[in-house]
């Protein structure tokens, strides 16, 4: 992936949490350790890596220390895009019957803790494009306000934020383009092509 030009320097990997007794709990290998190692073996080999990760908050018998590791784990790991859901029972499932449910609003309340956490960072993050130029593929045009919408390698559809700009030159879905960032807007980069 490292050296080869056709492969997306983009990776998805659904952690689901960093503290090792939670995990262990979901019958999921690992621990914020072993994460963490990973992550930084895979930014030191792939400098541009974007990395996307997906966790839970509120699985059965999450600590208040568990939870307060994993956020620590995603502040620290500084994720360009992270997903967080509140734990849901499935019926039918393992983790449904468990013991130690923990209330609606606790596992709503951690989640929402880890978004605008998430939310800072990629604000943070955000800032290291500013003035330099991306290849951006155009998926539509604006003609509200006169704008394309276009992804990145590093922004995958629907979930990860756009590129928004603005081109001199008419151009199609499909097309690349190179676009300098300008700016952003909270999740979306904006920008205007050269």
Known sequence: MATNP?????????LQHADGSVLKAMHRPGNRETFEALIRKIRARIPDVVIRTTVMTGF???????FENLAEFVKEMQFDNLGCFAFSPEEGTVAADMEDQL???????RQDLIMQLQHDIVLQNNKKFLGKTLKVLVDAYNTYDDTYIGRFYGQVPDIDGTVLFTSLRELEPGDFVDVTILGFDEYDLTGKAL
């Not at 056709?6 to 659904?14: E, F, N, R, S, T």
């Not at 209330?103 to 309340?109: F, L, P, S, T």
């Open 6 to 14: 056709k492969v997306c320097h983009y990776l998805d990997i659904p």
């Open 60 to 66: 059965p018998g999450e600590t208040e220390e568990e």
């Open 103 to 109: 209330e609606e609003d606790v596992k709503v309340h």
